[in-house]
Nanobody, 129 residues
Framework: EVQLVESGGDLVQAGGSLRLSCAAS????????IAWFRQAPGKEREGVSCISENDGSTYYTESVKGRFTISSDNAKNTVYLQMNSLKPEDTAVYYCAAAYFLSLSSSSPWDRETVYDYWGQGTQVTVSS
C-alpha cells in the first residue's frame, strides 16, 4: 500500500524556519512527482511546490519563491520542504501528494489537486506575528 507521511509542522514566530518531511513508501520513487499543498482556514487548497524525481524539475508558487526550497533524498524516499522567513499567511495544514510523473502536463499542471493519486495526512504549520 502506498503511504505518504508528513512531519515537521510546528508553531513558530514570523521570520522563523521549519523543515517539513514527506516520507513515501510503496511506490517507484524515481517515477513520481511529489508536491506540497497547503490549506488555510476558510481557504481553498493551493499548490506550494513540486519536485519531479524523474528529471529533478522543481516548481514553486510565486508567494514562496526565494523563501521555500523543495529537495529530495532518493535513498530515503523522502521529500523535504525547507521554509525560511515564514509569514503569518503561511499558516496552514501542509499536505504532500504524489503523481506519476507523466501525469503532469500543460493541461494537468503541477498545482492542480486532481493530478495527484496519493495524499498524506497533513501537518499543521502555525506562524505567529
Amino acid at each position: 500500500e502506498v503511504q505518504l507521511v508528513e512531519s515537521g509542522g510546528d508553531l513558530v514566530q514570523a521570520g522563523g524556519s521549519l523543515r517539513l518531511s514527506c516520507a513515501a513508501s510503496g511506490l517507484p520513487f524515481d517515477e513520481y512527482a511529489i508536491a506540497w499543498f497547503r490549506q488555510a482556514p476558510g481557504k481553498e487548497r493551493e499548490g506550494v511546490s513540486c519536485i519531479s524525481e524523474n528529471d529533478g524539475s522543481t516548481y514553486y508558487t510565486e508567494s514562496v519563491k526565494g523563501r521555500f526550497t523543495i529537495s529530495s533524498d532518493n535513498a530515503k524516499n523522502t521529500v523535504y520542504l525547507q521554509m525560511n522567513s515564514l509569514k503569518p499567511e503561511d499558516t496552514a495544514v501542509y499536505y504532500c501528494a504524489a503523481a506519476y510523473f507523466l501525469s503532469l502536463s500543460s493541461s494537468s499542471p503541477w498545482d492542480r489537486e486532481t493530478v495527484y493519486d496519493y495524499w498524506g495526512q497533513g501537518t499543521q504549520v502555525t506562524v505567529s506575528s
